[in-house]
């Protein structure tokens, strides 16, 4: 493109919003011109303008007044446009998208764990295992190891360091005990373990479960007449020697569990889940991996011993309510 001004087509991910303003807008939110593609001259651009450099030269030099730093998006496309120069912008090719950045969590460097809500597609590109769409859409079988109880691929590997990482810095994890303050009932065998509520990730979880596991629970508990879930007691558990190795057997306060695997077999020995009623035993499963699971009534569970290293889940009791 041989123009004196160009940019590129940014989308927003979760809303209409883009990069530019198209003329004849007021606004960056226009959905005929979302849909473009092509090269289309734009009355205003932001971010990521592209100019040459005499003409850049020629502006600070025509606005003394005003250095480079403070030119803002809106001064910068008046004075364009008062020097007759167009700004072109192009989506021709994907260049990317634009992402919600404000109340971005500060102080983490796992912050982008909290943005399902605002950034949903990059959430998901990190941290939803790519297999999972193929377990959902039927391309690939999901494992039934006990009855009821169903096994596939659901985190990245990258979602489970992170979580962890966050939740070792965070540092405050329950004693595992019946005294443990925290516990309103919510949990009916205390484990050592840190809730999501308390790291202020509960409602992106919340989501996640709504929107994103909801469609399996539908596909597996096949006629299961409930919506998408509605309450949800979820937390990370930590096991190892002189702490907690195992759990005691159970029912889980909810009506279905999802219990994700958080890290690789090769860290620990020993553990396994077994199910009671149906005298089930599943000895390992896969960092990422998630069992989802009827709780009340009929699946009476409990989590062996680990023998040796560090063991870590994370479980959501859904609709615990
Ligand atoms: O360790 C496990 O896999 C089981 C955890 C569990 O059953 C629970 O937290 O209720
Ligand atoms: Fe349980």
Not at 89 to 98: A, D, V, Y
Not at 199 to 204: D, I, S, V
Request: proline share 5%.
């Amino acid at each position: 493109m041989n123009k004196t001004a160009v940019c590129p087509f940014l989308e927003c991910s979760s809303s209409l919003k883009s990069n530019v303003v198209p003329f004849g807008s007021y606004s960056q939110q226009d959905t005929e011109f979302s849909r473009f593609r092509g090269i289309q001259i734009v009355f205003c651009a932001t971010d990521a303008i592209l100019l040459r450099t005499k003409v850049l030269q020629k502006m600070l030099a025509n606005h003394p007044e005003i250095t480079l730093f403070e030119m803002g998006n809106e001064y910068l496309c008046k004075a364009l446009d008062n020097e007759g120069i167009f700004i072109f912008s192009t989506s021709l090719e994907t260049f990317g998208h634009m992402i919600h950045s404000e109340d971005f969590k500060q102080g983490s460097t796992e912050g982008e764990l909290y943005e399902l809500v605002k950034n949903p597609f990059d959430w998901r590109q990190r941290y939803l295992h790519p297999e999972f769409e193929l377990y959902l859409n039927g391309s690939k079988l999901i494992k039934e190891p006990c009855p009821d109880v169903y096994w596939f691929p659901l985190m990245t590997e990258r979602y489970c360091k992170s979580i962890i990482r966050e939740f070792e810095t965070f540092g405050f994890w329950g004693n595992g005990s019946e005294e443990d303050p925290r516990n309103d009932g919510h949990e009916p065998v205390p484990t050592v373990d840190v809730y999501f509520t308390d790291m202020g990730l509960h409602e992106t979880w919340m989501q996640f479960l709504r929107v994103i596991l909801f469609e399996m629970v539908q596909k597996v508990y096949r006629g299961f007449s409930r919506g998408p879930p509605e309450s949800a007691h979820t937390f990370l558990v930590r096991y190892q020697l002189g702490e907690q190795t195992y759990l005691r057997s159970h029912e889980d306060t909810a009506i279905y569990t999802i219990n994700i695997a958080m890290n690789p077999n090769s860290d620990f020995t020993g553990a396994g889940l077994r199910f009671s009623k149906s005298e089930c035993f599943i000895p390992e499963t896969e960092m990422g991996w998630g069992l989802l699971h009827p709780s009340r009534l009929t699946h009476n569970h409990e989590a062996k011993p680990i023998r040796s290293g560090k063991r870590y889940v994370q479980v959501s009791f859904i609709d615990n309510e």
